[in-house]
Nanobody, 117 residues
Framework: QVQLVESGGGLVQPGGSLRLSCAAS????????MAWYRQAPGKQREMVAA???????NYADSVKGRFTISRDNPKNTVYLQMNSLKPEDTAVYYC???????????WGQGTQVTVSS
């Protein structure tokens, strides 16, 4: 079993920054993919950023150049640095980690990010 602890969400003004953290713990100590998803009201959940074990990165077009995903493998922690935030970034952000051989992975509880003046 894997547990995910997310932190860093909150209220921020447009143009501001937030840093999300997600620490995985449990019996699994290595993950193929660690990622961030988000879901805004009335919209489908979308992948924001993902990072594979070897460091390969994927970003949604809407966040390229503004968000940066990184991971600390010994700590099994994934981060999402969000800069130049826009109101349309407002959503619940979810951490997802995928062990090797388990594409479904595990989900965090979600953390609210609100970008508003």
């Amino acid at each position: 079993q894997v547990q995910l602890v997310e932190s860093g969400g909150g209220l921020v003004q447009p143009g501001g920054s937030l840093r999300l953290s997600c620490a995985a713990s449990g019996s699994i100590f290595s993950f193929y993919v660690m990622a961030w998803y988000r879901q805004a009201p009335g919209k489908q959940r979308e992948m924001v950023a993902a990072i594979r074990s070897g460091g390969n990165l994927n970003y949604a077009d809407s966040v390229k150049g503004r968000f940066t995903i990184s991971r600390d493998n010994p700590k099994n922690t994934v981060y999402l640095q969000m800069n130049s935030l826009k109101p349309e970034d407002t959503a619940v952000y979810y951490c997802n980690v995928q062990p090797y051989g388990d594409p479904a992975g595990f989900w965090g509880q979600g953390t609210q990010v609100t970008v508003s003046s």
